[in-house]
């Protein structure tokens, strides 16, 4: 029998480290893949050539002025200036370790699977120091600019840094709000963390998703805006009533049309997935 899960409805007081958004994003997902192949690289800062973290576009643009999802690769070693940003955005680890924070502040290495927010305006630094460091970075508006830390502001938001360690992952069991057959196993269900936002009808927000080795299943979007990047593993993906099939390894994307079908597999491994929406979305397990 098929596990059903709900993911979304309404969300307890306390659950998300909350954020300032608009409801929805400008324009509506669509379904599209990203592979490794077809990311497009170019430089995160280009005022500074070599010296900047490289960035591959995943969706929208960074350089105009609505919400966009992008990659940053950043060299062993590296460490930014002092810096601002014009505007605030969110990132969860791929690979390496990442420390982000005030430039006086006690190193906290963040490795994969972490999450943290960085509010526009305040003074921080960036640093690298695994063999291969990946992020996913989003940002609600753009352009994602550069600043010196002179025109730092205070926005009213607070900085957030999750290590993987103390996410809090929930199963069916642990979500009143999630719909199941009855049937489900604790250890073969997929599992949630909860990151930002709200579930608020029509509010936008971000969790992972982990699905367990063996995993095959459907994502049935009812979300207007639905993009999804891989963090981790290594994921089947096919949209129903297409032909063409996708092998999605950490660091790439698909986005979903609301009311669209999208079968998924993690057989190798454990895989997670961040999903950020602002509706529903149901995760079937075969």
Do not use: C
């Not at 995160?44 to 609505?66: F, H, I, M, V, Y």
């Not at 969110?90 to 420390?99: A, Y």
């Not at 930002?196 to 971000?206: I, P, R, T, V």
């Amino acid at each position: 029998m098929k596990n059903n899960i709900l993911v979304a409805l309404a969300i307890l007081s306390g659950l998300y480290m909350q954020a300032q958004t608009p409801k929805t994003d400008p324009e509506k997902s669509i379904n599209e893949v990203v592979t490794t192949s077809d990311v497009e690289w170019g430089y995160l800062n280009p005022l500074r050539g070599d010296k900047s973290p490289a960035a591959g576009k995943l969706w929208g643009d960074r350089t105009e002025t609505a919400a966009s999802g992008f990659l940053v690769k950043f060299k062993k070693g590296f460490s930014s200036p002092p810096h601002i940003h014009n505007v605030t955005y969110r990132g969860v680890v791929i690979e390496g370790l990442l420390f982000n924070d005030d430039e006086k502040a006690e190193e906290m290495w963040l490795p994969a699977g972490s999450f943290w927010q960085q509010p526009a305006g305040e003074a921080h630094i960036t640093a690298a120091s695994g063999e291969e460091n990946l992020a996913y970075i989003e940002i609600q508006e753009g352009p994602y600019l550069v600043k010196p830390t002179d025109e730092a502001f205070d926005n009213g938001e607070r900085p957030v840094n999750v290590d993987t360690s103390n996410l809090v992952w929930l199963n069916a069991s642990d979500i009143k709000w999630v719909l199941q057959d009855g049937n489900s196993n604790d250890e073969k269900e997929p599992k949630i963390a909860f990151l930002w936002g709200s579930h608020k009808k029509g509010e936008l927000n971000g969790s992972l998703i982990k699905l367990p080795k063996g995993f095959k299943g459907e994502i049935k979007n009812q979300s207007p805006n639905f993009r999804a990047v891989i963090i981790q593993g290594t994921i089947g993906h096919q949209v129903s009533g297409v032909d063409n099939k996708s092998t999605l390894d950490a660091g790439t994307y698909f986005g979903a049309a609301e009311n669209s079908v999208h079968t998924l597999t993690s057989e190798e491994k454990e895989s997670i997935i961040y999903i950020r929406s602002n509706g529903k979305f149901e995760v079937i397990t075969y």
